[in-house]
């Protein structure tokens, strides 16, 4: 493809719709490493390596033509979401799943400043108050279950940097895709995101193996739904959904965890986790609007 084939980021509904399904798919996340009998670590380690084998038969050619500065920067995303995956499972150790969740997903507030003034995007300013709108949803959705307190300090610290690495993926690929496949991209990311985990692994928990399929499910569910479908779509909306309207739909994970909590462990919704659902979903619409 040509380099303009990837610079049509209209925000039509359809690529924003799409990329609600990929957070969809991302927020089984938490579901798998729940289940996974693995360190939360290795967990990551083994989520981007078993997707190398669904991704290399078609990628495989492809790499081939990437340029070499462009094969770098897509090792360095792949380094951003490490170090997001690593510091989003160790937060869990330190703070309240609450916590994590609204402190990691915080990303709006690193990538709408260095799309603003670094990519020059036009942001309008009845965009922000779909934005607004969407983080109070999220801050009402978590209210009932946040807890402030200095025994959660180190890592609401962790959670609120893992936000931060996300971003840094996030604007990684959001200027890759000018030039580059989403499927290339995650191929290549994989190596870099490897790396990074390896060495983390090796100063941390040391390497664990799986070796029963009560082992191996969970690893395989990361690997085909919250890396290829769930991340391998987010990576392939960059290219078609401006990145201050897509960090805004990054917000509805929360969301969409609350509703797979209800429908999968029958925890009870609160009348205000309800509530700040519905604001979340109102936001974002309010912020697609407002992008166009």
Not at 10 to 17: G, K, M, P, R
Not at 114 to 122: H, N, R, V
Not at 131 to 160: C, E, H, R, W, Y
Not at 256 to 263: K, L, R
Request: aromatic content about 16%; hydrophobic content about 55%.
């Amino acid at each position: 493809m040509t380099k303009s084939e990837y610079l049509t980021r209209d925000n039509n509904t359809i690529y924003v719709l799409l990329m609600l399904l990929a957070i969809c798919f991302l927020a089984t996340g938490g579901i798998f490493v729940k289940m996974s009998e693995l360190p939360p670590i290795n967990t990551a380690f083994y989520r981007v390596l078993f997707s190398l084998p669904f991704l290399l038969p078609f990628t495989f050619n492809k790499i081939a033509k990437v340029s070499k500065k462009e094969f770098l920067n897509i090792l360095l995303a792949g380094a951003f979401l490490a170090l997001d995956l690593t510091l989003w499972n160790i937060s869990f150790q330190y703070t309240t799943v609450a916590n994590a969740n609204l402190l990691a997903n915080l990303t709006p507030f690193t990538v709408i400043p260095i799309a603003y003034f670094i990519f020059k995007e036009k942001i309008p300013k009845f965009f922000f108050i779909g934005a607004i709108i969407t983080v109070l949803g999220v801050v009402v959705l978590l209210f009932g279950k946040i807890q402030p307190s200095m025994d959660n300090f180190k890592g609401d610290i962790l959670s609120f940097f893992t936000s931060i690495f996300y971003a840094g993926f996030i604007i990684s690929v959001y200027k890759l895709r000018d030039s580059v496949g989403s499927d290339v991209i995650m191929t290549i990311s994989a190596f870099g995101s490897l790396a990074v985990l390896a060495v983390v692994i090796l100063f941390t928990e040391g390497f664990y193996f799986p070796y029963t399929m009560k082992e191996l499910l969970p690893l395989i569910g990361l690997a085909l739904i919250s890396q290829i479908f769930g991340q391998g779509l987010l990576s392939f909306c960059l290219g078609k959904v401006n990145v201050s309207l897509s960090s805004i739909i990054t917000l509805t994970q929360p969301a969409i965890a609350a509703i797979y909590s209800f429908v999968i462990f029958s925890e009870i919704l609160s009348w205000m986790e309800i509530t700040g659902i519905f604001v979340v979903l109102v936001g974002v619409y309010l912020a697609k609007e407002n992008s166009k």
